[in-house]
């Protein structure tokens, strides 16, 4: 039982690393314009609910969809006599994803995206952890 509470805080871990990369990608493709930072607050609420361009908006849903997918895909592959912990991950993703969107809300459509996203990118990590080496 603790390996495998082990392996989900493991496969959170790996999600949120993976989060941090594509997010870091798209600040690359999607610079924040100057003076756009978490500590003056209210010009960066301004700019992601009404400046943000489509495509960061984008980068971030892809960044929370392929880190589900790592992070169910890794507690599953440890887990291999218990897969479903890896949608227990993508359940804890989603849950923070809900958190996040009350905290900093962004457009409706990118949060009504981006949550309805997290259990079906889980299901996909799942189902790779599960497939059998063919070559």
Known sequence: MLKRILFI????????????????LGHQVYPPPEGITMENADKFLDYIQNKMPTGAMLFVVLAHFSGTIAGSFVTAKLNK???????????ILMIFGIILAFLLPHPLWMMILDIALYLPAAW????????????
């Open 81 to 91: 006599d218990k897969p479903y912990t890896g949608m227990i991950v993508g359940t």
């Open 124 to 135: 996909i990590g799942v189902k790779f952890a599960n497939q059998k080496n063919r070559i």
């Open 9 to 24: 805080i493991l496969g959170i871990i790996v999600a949120s690393a993976v989060v941090y990369v594509v997010e870091f």
